[in-house]
């Protein structure tokens, strides 16, 4: 298989705000990326300083999410130059990567 170059991209939110719900849908329907992933934290510490833990007993409705996906460089560019219209900026984080072995 041919190695391409890639931008990873992860965009951190919280469960249960309307940002999420934004973001998925847009990934989905206007920003045709190869394909994404929503990762779901079971604890986390947000900009608050506030710990949000799932536990048997209580379930937080803040816990923390990860949307991640890659593109090439190009595509990466354009998309999160849209993307930070939904998102504040200093929560989403990319880093150069490769297809392929």
Do not use: C
């Not at 041919?2 to 992860?10: A, G, L």
């Not at 394909?35 to 048997?56: C, H, M, N, P, W």
Request: glycine share 8%; charged share 25%.
């Amino acid at each position: 298989m041919k190695r391409i170059d890639v931008t990873m991209v992860r965009v951190y939110l919280a469960e249960g705000r309307s940002d999420l719900n934004k973001v998925e849908q847009w990934l989905k329907d206007e920003a045709n990326v190869r394909g994404y992933t929503v990762f779901r934290g079971i604890e986390g510490v947000g900009s608050d300083g506030q710990k949000q833990t799932a536990s048997l007993l209580d379930l937080s409705s803040a816990l923390p999410i990860v949307i991640e996906f890659f593109d090439t460089p190009g595509r990466v560019n354009s998309i999160l130059d849209n993307l930070q219209k939904l998102v504040k900026a200093d929560h989403i984080v990319s880093w150069s990567a490769r297809l392929g072995h």
